[in-house]
């Protein structure tokens, strides 16, 4: 059950692009108020069920800070290489994160890197990469290809961190403590009310930055760092989907294959998880 926890997350946040497209707003500034909303619900049923009384001190809040400045690295970095480089070569070297996931995983968490594990992320690599078309290193891109990484190596620094503490705290704690510091870190950045968006930004707050962490970090309690970031690779095939649905925007055919093999890698996942547990 804790993979479609994952798997639900995965699709919540892939409709982010949709409402980015329709808001007028700076990513940043769009990330910014969403996020103060997002507090304020999360606020609100937080002292209504008494679970701010489990905070003990400060100190106890160090992981998720933690968590939330990697979390502000990651997106930061993200949408800085949509903005320098390709959307393919964004995307692809964001998604070097289950790679990196795989590795780490190993040392960080114990966890066991198996031959299906390895087969399930060659597949959807090699999906993403023909959904994608190709890295394309052509010149003057090469800043926003390194931001694609960096913002890679800080997702799988999440998915790790995320499954190292998911563990020591309630999900809705972990994601308001990580919301509240990139609402902090943006702070600093924003210059402007978001008249006219009120919409946009409670659709962000309510469903990108409530529910899908909630889900998300109730998932990591359970499901293994590297099968986590596998499933990961779901989210660009469902944003494809939900590009069609309500943006009429039709893939061609590598996407579609692209998207066949990624979505066998997930189905592999999560075979081999149920295997696993059963």
Request: proline share 3%; charged share 10%; aromatic share 10%.
């Amino acid at each position: 059950m804790a993979q479609f926890f994952i798997l639900l997350a995965i699709v919540l946040w892939s409709s982010l692009g949709i409402v980015v497209r329709f808001s007028a707003l700076p990513v940043h500034v769009l990330t910014f108020y969403s996020l103060v909303i997002a507090l304020m619900i999360q606020g609100t049923i937080i002292f209504a069920k008494g679970y701010h009384r489990e905070i003990r001190g400060v100190a106890t809040l160090k992981y998720p800070v933690l968590l939330g400045v990697i979390a502000a690295v990651n997106n930061i970095s993200f949408f800085y290489a949509f903005k320098t480089t390709t959307i393919a070569n964004a995307v692809l070297t964001h998604y070097t994160a289950p790679v990196i996931v795989a590795f780490l995983a190993v040392f960080f968490l114990k966890e066991r890197l198996t031959k299906t594990i390895i087969a399930a992320i060659l597949l959807a690599s090699a999906g993403l990469v023909i959904m994608l078309n190709g890295l394309s290193v052509a010149e003057g891109q090469t800043v926003g290809i390194v931001s694609g990484l960096i913002s890679g190596v800080a997702y799988a620094f999440i998915v790790i961190f995320g499954r190292l503490y998911a563990r020591q705290y309630r999900p809705i704690m972990l994601t308001v403590v990580v919301n509240a510091t990139i609402v902090l870190l943006l702070a600093p950045f924003i210059a402007e009310v978001p008249a006219g968006e009120i919409r946009n930004v409670l659709i962000m707050g309510i469903v990108h930055g409530t529910i899908a962490p909630i889900l998300y970090y109730r998932g990591l309690q359970e499901v293994s760092a590297t099968r986590t970031a596998v499933l990961g690779y779901l989210e660009p095939v469902c944003a494809i989907l939900l590009s069609m649905v309500f943006l009429h925007e039709i893939p061609g055919l590598h996407s579609l294959f692209g998207g066949i093999l990624i979505v066998c890698s997930g189905y592999l996942t999560i075979k081999t998880e149920q295997g696993e547990t059963a």
